[in-house]
């Protein structure tokens, strides 16, 4: 049977102010985890020190990227920072990263060679991976080099670092050197198709992938649909009807997330649609935590 978690993301302008005292609120609500999107020219909080402040100030709560972006940051650092995050507070410790930001505007925050964001994803996923469970590293790449480096103890639970993206090379890209995939705007049929194509990609670099490891990000917007998020999700998903990948109605949510576990999904991110986030925190609590088991 998998195992079904839900978790819950801030909403959309969530700032400093707001944020403090989120996470507490969260954990003494029974909630598994919380995420934070990365969204530089907004007010929300930087999600690497958005984590380490929430998983100081809980115990049990989850806290993950969702997603944050690779290539443009040197692995080592990456690897630095999750390192640190895990020891102190071990297994709670959640990162997806992605290919490029969700913004246009932000993606010279991140520079790579041009035409190389691909492949810079992928050396710089390679060479974290190694970094995360090798005590001492030494890499030769075509973007990064490292002559053993050492950054201190691994955690005891190894980390895991699940993806997003939708694009075939992303779902290919996730088979191959990835743990989990968490996506975004996708039907039930789109995500049980992406979750095979992983599934496909893994077993033809000899890997494999947890079952419970396929995961959506779904937003509940119960007080209609704002006009920035319907062209997100046209984008995404060209031609789907948006009520399709949002929930208009959280019995629409319920309905949508069963679906999705018929699918082989079985973790979940909710996001408000609205900045009301006690409203959608009680109603997150009422109708869909009961579906974890």
Known sequence: MLKIRLGVAPAAGTGPAEFAGLAERLEDAGVDSLWLSELVYSPEVDPMIGMAHALARTSKLKVGTGVAILPGRHPVLVAKQLLTLA???????????????????????????????????????????RLLEEDEVSFDGEFFQADGVRLGP??????????????????????RLADGWLGSFHTPAQARDARIAIQRAAAEAGREIEEDHFGLSLVVADRGIPGELAAVAERRSPGVPVTDLVATSWPEARRLVEQHIEAGLSKFVLRPGHADFDGFLEKFQAELVPLQN
Request: aromatic letters at 6%; hydrophobic letters at 50%.
């Open 87 to 129: 020891g102190l507070a071990p297994k709670r410790v959640l990162p997806v990263f992605g290919l490029r930001p969700a913004r246009a505007a932000e993606t010279g925050l991140f520079p790579v060679p041009p035409d190389r964001r691909a492949a810079v994803f992928d050396e710089s996923l390679a060479l974290l991976r």
């Open 154 to 175: 691994r955690p005891a639970k190894r980390l895991d670092v699940w993806l997003g993206g939708a694009a075939p090379a992303a779902l290919r890209r996730t088979g």
